[in-house]
């Protein structure tokens, strides 16, 4: 059973720090670049940033500086240090694995709320 399971998420003030994690269960996680997407409430899903398997990040601009992700193929797991947060940042957090020729995963989301 493939699952993606999100942690880390909640409350922080304006200027705060969080880490997100992402656990993978049930499919070959070296194997897949790996990414997280957000979305506020009445706007699309973005992609805020991605690792390839071989470790390449990129970001959006509006989290550049201020965000970074990183995997432990030991643990198979995907995180997101999130630090100077803004309330900008506030949305639903999901990972998202992928890997060409294979099937796709999303997790379940986390709940980022970034506020005073």
């Known amino acids: 059973q493939v699952q993606l399971v999100e942690s880390g998420g909640g409350l922080v003030q304006p200027g705060g720090s969080l880490r997100l994690s992402c656990a993978a269960s049930?499919?070959?996680?070296?194997?897949?670049?790996m990414r997280w997407y957000r979305q506020a409430p009445g706007k699309e899903r973005e992609r805020v940033a991605a690792?390839?398997?071989?470790?390449?990040?990129t970001y959006i601009d509006s989290v550049k500086g201020r965000f970074t992700i990183s995997r432990d193929n030991a643990k198979n797991t995907v995180y997101l240090q999130m630090n100077d947060l803004r309330p900008v940042d506030t949305a639903v957090y999901f990972c998202y694995a992928r890997a060409l020729g294979l099937n796709d995963y999303w997790g379940q989301g986390t709940q980022v709320t970034v506020s005073s």
């Open positions: 049930g499919f070959s996680f070296s194997r897949y670049g």
């Open positions: 690792i390839s398997t071989g470790g390449t990040q």
